[in-house]
DNA sequence: CGGGATCCGTTACGATACTG
DNA sequence: CAGTATCGTAACGGATCCCG
């Protein structure tokens, strides 16, 4: 009685908070699906796309394990447009600090970006985001707009903390030009070499806090 | 000429820091395997007694692998016992932090923990240290004794950071009793109601540093 | 006994084709 | 557009065997 549709997923079964973490996200894809719908709800297209080589199938998959997980869910759109997207839950959004330290351990070893080759959303959540100090950013507030390969994303800092507003009043600070550029600025690249790639505008106060919260180097640990 | 052992792991293919890391790091069992060896140098067997369920050869595939990235080195031991340890790198150390994020990601998910099932280890480090608020500890000096089913381990906070002594001198608060009852104690159970399965001694002023550094839920967002 | 290597059945994944 | 179905291949899991 009752469908045990068996979560005959292999299960590491060690009483540890990493190890129950990967038996839920631990499956190849789903960190990227997740990478992706922190960006914002998603269609089943919007993913297939964004996620080039996963096959439909394993997507149906991962979606349906995240829904079970209560990581991700339906939302029903009322427009005339395509009738469901999917979204991360409140408790799917507790991914996100994985997602930033993901970023940062991997940014260093990203080799040479080219032009037209990186998506400036993987920019600047993958690269300049993972950058993010919280305790440099005490007393900032930063407002940065974004203008990468023609996309406008935005970031605010405040309060020590790094958010996502839909979009801001005045930018303190504009970064403009290519996500690849962007990208090599966030792996140690100096800023006058990218010139004309990448165009940093903002006061002099601003660009003070840019590379106080984010191009500091620094090494957290236990 | 030079034999290609063909990196022909599949890889993700994307400029995005998150996606090369999991290129690195997304394998089954590898952040397990990085986990055990965040505690200190282990042997191969060592490993595989922490890791059940992982198959031999995919444990040496893995080490392999890690070796390769440079994450991970062979030493040697000079002593008459065993001869070589499996070590992290500095390279190899930037992972601690994501091991962080995950914990804390996935403490909450852990269902009733049952003493004698919960290694001390991965409660320190899968629960307790997971909860380490930075932002809070920025003038806290807190010296932490573990004594958890019978194995003694410490954490020291200083400066807003996390690190593990190999020891230290007089603590200022020792946590003694059973590894379960310090992950409950995590998931916000109550200190109170854990005694005598979790006992917890030292001065007003260090029990409210462990309130406020640990025990305090926040939520760190982008 | 520590540190693997080999073999093999099973599962998960990748690619493509098809459908409401 | 949003999946389902099918199928070949690669990865994993478990056991056994080997060597210093």
């Excluded at 709800?41 to 796309?49: G, Q, V």
């Excluded at 993987?122 to 707009?145: K, M, Q, S, T, Y």
């Amino acid at each position: 009685m009752g469908d045990v549709t068996a979560r005959t997923r292999k299960s590491y079964e060690q009483y540890c908070g990493i190890a129950v973490a990967l038996d839920r996200i631990g499956d190849r894809w789903t960190l990227l699906i997740l990478r992706e719908l922190s960006f914002g709800p998603h269609r089943f297209t919007d993913l297939r796309s964004a996620l080039p080589g996963i096959a439909s199938n394993l997507l149906t998959e991962r979606l349906r394990d995240l829904e079970e997980y209560e990581l991700v869910e339906q939302r029903e759109l009322p427009a005339p447009a395509a009738r469901v997207v999917y979204a991360l839950t409140p408790q799917g959004r507790r991914i996100i600090p994985v997602l930033r330290a993901l970023a940062r351990f991997g940014l260093p070893m990203m080799a040479d970006p080219v032009d037209g080759e990186v998506k400036p959303r993987h920019a600047i959540f993958g690269g300049f985001g993972a950058l993010f100090e919280p305790l440099a950013a005490l007393d900032v507030e930063l407002r940065i707009r974004f203008l990468l390969d023609g996309e406008e994303h935005w970031l605010e800092v405040s309060h020590g903390r790094l958010v996502r507003p839909d979009t801001s009043a005045q930018p303190d600070l504009t970064i403009e030009g290519t996500a690849a550029a962007l990208v090599e600025l966030c792996q140690g690249a100096d800023e006058a070499s990218l010139v004309p790639r990448l165009r940093i505008a903002g006061s002099a106060q601003a660009r003070r806090d840019l590379e106080q919260v984010f191009l500091a180097t620094a090494t957290t640990l236990v």
